[in-house]
């Protein structure tokens, strides 16, 4: 069947090219959009719209027609909405509404010049006088194309996506809407926007597998960045102390409804600043984006009640651990991993990766409102400043909401001599098959000796922020083309 209205829709193509009608114009210039109709006449009544001189222009998709023989009522859509339009045959004449019934489909693209008016119903209507074809669709949009609720046809052909379900569109809105704010904030306080490579010679900036290309010219096997941290930092020794970039990054790893191969973060320096300075400065970002997103800051979340009033509390990993497991857990391996193999947790025989995971299966997944989680261990958290009073531990938060990880941050390591041999313990789980462990970064360590002022750094997943503060479930749902399996 689709393909018979393909072939149809062919034929009338070529009929048009028969006309000497360009069925891909470029030439129709609307004057308004659906939206400046509404907000201008949508509450004046049809006498008052009679008094109203003055004719508009409007283009858009149709996406519903409805012939009554004499006249037509129509629907378009633009980028700000729908309007009805009104095709009647005493105004446009026989031949343009015959022309009108034959070769406009929906899914077509036309531009339309008429006075507005209201219908018996109180629908306001563009009353049409004229009326182009902009563009001729070959294909027609799927037959319950107002309720796509397909999941695998939603997120492969994300255009019909937003074209039927108008909260996904909004969706989308938010996301820019929320970046903006985000630069807005950054900006306000004389942070830097730049941009580092994406290509990188040595994979580095954080605990992942990277995916690996190869540039022909340099002969050189690059990676696509799994973090911009190690360049950010560079430039903060260069003198720029207080930068940001917000940009995709990419992990070779799984795809969950909270994790997509390529997504975006902020990652940001401040200088002279510590990991609980960070903490302040997250609360106030996330809480200044909420306010102009929401016009609250408490509101559900997949039938939880998140509340972002401030102060938000703050949680130790150490303490909050020994409290409910014990001592034990710290002070013997053994212990240790035992637990976690009985969580089922994957630790690797990591002692931090353990620790850190049976915080996350006790008592993270259970954090609601926001938390600032501190006390990483040192051995998962290389590029991170020891803490001056435990050198067990690391100047680390990570921030939970709704269960699930939001921001890590931490006091940058300026030590070279510390971070050279943290990043060799780092090869050593490497040669040990462990992939996603932090490679060698001679380099870095070269720009680490011209020295960097003591720093802190964050990030932030623009995509799950976007999940909070739109309701949505998974992660596809804010990324306009995640990543699926071949069909």
């Excluded at 903060?236 to 795809?255: K, M, P, S």
């Excluded at 409290?323 to 025989?349: Q, R, V, W, Y």
């Excluded at 990483?376 to 939970?400: C, G, H, M, Q, Y």
């Amino acid at each position: 069947m689709e393909n018979e209205l393909l072939e149809q829709r062919k034929q009338k193509l070529e009929e048009l090219k028969r006309l000497h009608i360009n069925p891909f114009a470029n030439d129709f210039k609307p004057s308004h959009v659906a939206s400046d109709i509404a907000s201008q006449y949508g509450e004046l009544s049809e006498e008052r719209l009679k008094e109203i001189a003055g004719e508009y222009s409007l283009a858009g998709r149709v996406v519903a027609i409805r012939d009554f023989g004499k006249s037509i009522f129509f629907h378009i859509m633009d980028r700000t909405g729908r309007i009805q339009g009104y095709v009647k045959k005493d105004i446009v004449g026989e031949d343009n509404i015959n022309f009108f019934k034959k070769f406009i489909d929906i899914g077509d693209f036309i531009g339309i010049k008429g006075n507005i008016f209201k219908t018996k119903t109180g629908e306001l209507t563009l009353n049409v006088k004229e009326f182009r074809l902009v563009t001729k669709a070959l294909r027609s949009l799927p037959e319950k194309w107002h309720g796509l609720k397909d999941i695998e046809t939603r997120y492969r052909q994300r255009y019909l996506d937003t074209i039927s379900n108008d909260e996904v569109k909004e969706i989308f809105l938010k996301r820019a809407k929320i970046i903006s704010l985000i630069r807005s904030f950054l900006d306000q306080r004389n942070f830097i926007e730049v941009e580092t490579p994406i290509l990188h010679p040595v994979a580095g900036g954080a605990a992942a597998q990277p995916f690996k290309t190869y540039h022909n010219t340099l002969e050189m096997e690059l990676y696509l960045r799994i973090a911009p941290e190690l360049y950010l930092k560079r430039l903060v020794v260069g003198g720029l102390e207080r930068v940001y970039e917000i940009g995709r990054t990419f992990r070779n790893e799984g795809v969950s409804t909270q994790h997509n191969p390529e997504f975006t973060i902020l990652e940001l320096y401040q200088s002279y600043s510590t990991y609980e300075d960070l903490m302040d400065l997250i609360e106030e970002l996330i809480c200044f984006v909420t306010r102009n997103v929401l016009e609250k800051l408490e509101f559900e979340y997949q039938g939880k009640m998140i509340t972002l009033n401030r102060p938000w509390r703050r949680i130790s990993i150490p303490e909050s651990l020994t409290a409910l497991l014990g001592e034990e857990i710290f002070k013997n391996d053994s212990i240790l991993f035992s637990k976690a193999d009985s969580c089922g947790i994957n630790h690797k025989d990591i002692r931090g990766k353990a620790i850190v995971e049976l915080f996350e299966h006790y008592i993270g997944k259970a954090v609601t409102d926001p938390a600032f989680v501190y006390g990483f261990p040192l051995d998962v958290s290389p590029l991170a400043r020891r803490n001056d009073k435990n050198s067990d531990i690391t100047d680390r938060f990570e921030l939970f909401i709704a269960g699930r990880e939001m921001a890590n941050a931490f006091s940058e390591l300026n030590d070279p001599i510390d971070q050279y041999n943290r990043f060799t313990s780092q090869l050593e789980l490497k040669d040990k098959g462990r992939d996603e462990y932090h490679e060698m970064d001679e380099d870095f360590i070269t720009a680490l000796e011209h020295g960097m002022p003591p720093t802190a750094g964050a990030g932030l997943g623009i995509d799950r922020l976007v999940m909070l503060l739109t309701n949505s479930p998974s992660i596809r749902e804010v990324i306009f083309f995640p990543h699926l399996r071949p069909e």
